[in-house]
């Protein structure tokens, strides 16, 4: 069983950068697709981003087009989500996840498996 552990939340200024990273334990990521999700408090979770199977297509969430970058590492096993021009809005806690699902339903958190515990990003000024 393939578990994720997510790193690199933490506090930033509106305008900054943080590089949050998904890495599989216990295994490898394989041909799944990557997805990275966030949930504010008293929100549902929300799909971010994600990086079809091997592809290496991206996919992003509109709110987030432009401002962040997913990236996938084979060799480690891992999966970066660059964040940069951080508005408030993008404070939550972020969540990686994989999945086998067919392309039309990445977006969807509950074709996911494989969650973290998440990391918290805060945003303010």
């Known amino acids: 069983q393939v578990h994720v552990v997510e790193s690199g939340g933490g506090l930033a200024q509106i305008g900054g950068s943080l590089t949050l990273s998904c890495a599989a334990s216990g295994g490898t990521f394989g041909s799944r697709t990557v997805g990275w999700f966030r949930q504010a408090p008293g929100k549902e979770r929300e799909f971010v981003a994600a990086v079809f199977r091997t592809s290496g297509y991206t996919y992003y969430a509109d709110s987030v087009k432009g401002r962040f970058t997913i990236s996938r590492d084979n060799t480690k096993n891992t999966v970066a989500l660059q964040m940069n021009s951080l508005k408030p809005e993008d404070t939550a806690v972020y969540y990686c996840?994989?999945?086998?699902?067919?392309?039309?339903?990445?977006?969807?958190?509950?074709?996911?498996?494989?969650w973290g515990q998440g990391t918290q990003v805060a945003v303010s000024s």
């Open positions: 996840a994989t999945t086998s699902a067919v392309l039309s339903a990445i977006r969807d958190a509950a074709m996911y498996n494989n």
